[in-house]
């Protein structure tokens, strides 16, 4: 009697589990019909919302590309003022930026004179000498202290004995740029009038005369005590290829040959002597 409930009981399993199958196989079915239009809804919603992005991201396009133009525009105006300018006053106003470049390759130096410096691989024969200014792609890096006929050491911007003058990009104040041995460099000799906002962007002023004008060089950050410190930009990746940007400095004044800066001027021979 067991043994005939038992098989009776299997069968009624299989044709239950057959029947279950069936069913969720026919459920899928119609659930799949019915999520088509819930399904093309969202695709619909989605694809409206990406067009209206694109068409608001388009319309910013075209709202910076005719800021841009309009900039454009005013730079070359300006362009051919100062060129006009240039002519009749017969001077040189430029920028000052050198156009050629000397690709080096730069490896820290462990065992210098400086706790933050560098070498590289061209020196006099590639056209290097002292002064030059050294980027990489990020900004400036350093300047070039002694150069040899094939190699160079850079003083790096964030080294103690580093000191080059810079701006505000935004106002124009001026500053020199201290290293401090460490990622971040300081703003001295600030004047009291200067107007300097946090997030400003320095640049190399050519104050100086050994750097040229607008080299980029970090972001000020103005401590809750007033100081002003920059993040370099350079510090913000790898360094392993720089550039260097060799610059005619701004020659000192010649000393005439013939003229004797000891010499005293004589008495002229029918002027009196004083008694």
Known sequence: ?????????????????????????????????????????ENLVSDVRGRFIAHSENERLKAEIARLSDIE?????????????????NVDVGSGI?????AARAVSEIDGPFVRSALINVGHKDGVSEGDA???????????????????????????????????ERTQSRAILVGTNSEI?????????????DGDKIITSGDDGTLPMGLPV???????????QVILFVNQAFVDWVWVY?????????????????????????????Q
Do not use: C
């Open 185 to 197: 460099a300081e703003l001295a000799f600030t004047s009291i009038e200067s107007d300097w906002q």
């Open 246 to 274: 060799p610059y005619e400095k701004m020659p000192k004044p010649e000393v005439d040959p013939f003229e004797d800066p000891e010499a005293k001027e004589e008495p002229a021979a029918n002027e009196a002597l004083p």
């Open 98 to 102: 050198p156009e050629q470049k000397i």
């Open 218 to 228: 970090g972001e000020l950050q103005i401590k809750e005590n007033g100081d002003l």
């Open 1 to 41: 009697m067991a043994l005939v409930i038992f098989l009776s009981s299997r069968g009624n399993d299989a044709a239950f589990d057959t029947s279950r199958k069936q069913a969720d196989g026919i459920a899928a079915k119609v659930l799949t019909y019915i999520s088509l239009p819930v399904r093309g809804l």
């Open 134 to 168: 050294v980027m990489t792609i990020h900004g400036l890096y350093g300047h070039i202290v002694r150069a040899g006929n094939q190699s160079a050491r850079v003083l790096k911007l964030e080294d103690l004995n580093s000191r080059i003058a810079v701006m505000s």
């Open 73 to 89: 525009a005013r730079a070359k105006v300006m362009t051919i003022k100062l060129s006009r300018l240039e002519n009749i006053l």
